[in-house]
């Protein structure tokens, strides 16, 4: 059985989502005019109106004419150090809740999890993960029918790469919130208790190994059609875990997972858990029906306790020996329910 994240048995009225009650466990706001905007002066109001938009333009832009020397997987990483130091100061200077506000402590271990993702968990993608996976399949079977995609216009190459990518993270991970042996090793990640920059990184290394797991790499794309949806999922996926608030223009909330939704997704209200799994893309929890548009304050499991980096290594071999240890049990009774009937 899924944990559930709830902050107990007490519960409230929740508002209606579909077929579900949103809500009912923590305070979840719904609806995109019921979330707050930012408020200021002019200039503050259109920065962080068209910062998104503009920054992701800038991207596509810069990978699409840089020259070859510089459309390097290198270059990238710079890009994402520095967007990230960006991104840490809009923290600090529009900060969505004040009880996000990133401590030392919490900073501490937001850089250990970064630097477990980028050695060991890369590490494990170079010898098992979807490059090498796609060498194999590629090896065994014939794909020189998806050749034709090279010759596609490079940014709809580089769209491509970025929904055929996203489709896979969205049924893994909507996967490892439904099945209980993916879901202990994603559990950890759910006892943040604050969005930051960083927190996408936290989280057991198997778990942060299967979410970057992708198909596009079995379609023959362009080196370039990569870098730039590369810089899509940065521009947009940089956006969920951060404690920034931004007045995002209403295409960009219909297209894209943004903090809004992604505060859902790590609330302590259960049926808020089960909504908004797309990694940069909204729109296949919208085809699928698990997209909630709001935002929630209160995150995490166990009514917001924050797990250790300790207990989040072993997590999912001690939850995995007790749900074994249930699994047992419940069989046993069974068979005595049934000795007695007969």
Not at 121 to 138: C, F, H, K, S
Not at 176 to 201: C, D, E, R
Not at 282 to 293: A, E, S, W, Y
Request: charged fraction near 15%; aromatic fraction near 18%.
């Amino acid at each position: 059985m899924v944990l559930r994240p709830g902050i107990g048995d007490s519960k409230m009225a929740g508002v209606r989502v579909g077929n579900r009650i949103v809500g009912a466990d923590s305070p979840v706001t719904v609806g995109w005019d019921n979330v707050e905007r930012v408020e200021g002066g002019a200039f503050k109001k259109a920065f962080f109106t068209y910062f998104q938009p503009v920054m992701l333009f800038a991207a596509i832009a810069f990978w699409y004419y840089a020259p070859n020397e510089i459309a390097v997987a290198s270059t990238g990483f710079k890009i994402f150090i520095g967007f990230s130091i960006f991104l840490m100061l809009l923290e600090w200077i529009n900060p969505r809740y004040g009880s996000w506000n990133i401590t030392w402590k919490e900073f501490a271990t937001d850089i250990f999890y970064l630097g477990m993702g980028m050695t060991v968990v890369t590490m494990m993608e170079l010898y098992w993960g979807a490059d090498a996976i796609t060498e194999w399949v590629q090896g065994a079977f014939d794909w020189e029918s998806f050749a034709w995609f090279v010759a596609l216009p490079l940014l709809v190459q580089a769209l491509a790469i970025s929904l055929i990518f996203d489709f896979g993270q969205y049924w893994m991970h909507r996967g490892m919130h439904n099945w209980q042996p993916l879901w202990i090793f994603h559990a950890p990640h759910h006892y943040i208790t604050q969005l930051n920059v960083y927190k996408g990184s936290v989280g057991h290394p198997i778990e942060l190994f299967l979410i970057g797991l992708g198909v596009g790499g079995f379609f023959d794309f362009l080196p370039r059609a990569f870098l730039i949806a590369g810089a899509i999922g940065l521009m947009v996926g940089s956006y969920q875990h951060i404690n920034t608030r931004f007045n995002s223009p209403r295409w960009w909330r219909f297209l894209f997972n943004t903090t809004d939704h992604h505060s859902v997704h790590h609330s302590q209200d259960y049926e808020g858990t089960r909504s908004n799994y797309g990694t940069i893309w909204i729109i296949f929890d919208r085809m699928f029906g698990t997209c909630v548009d709001g935002e929630a304050e209160l995150l995490g499991m166990e009514g917001g306790r924050r797990m250790k980096i300790s207990e989040t290594m072993v997590f999912p071999w001690t939850e995995g020996r007790k749900a074994w240890r249930d699994w047992i049990a419940q069989r046993r009774e069974a068979k005595q329910i049934t000795g007695l009937e007969s």
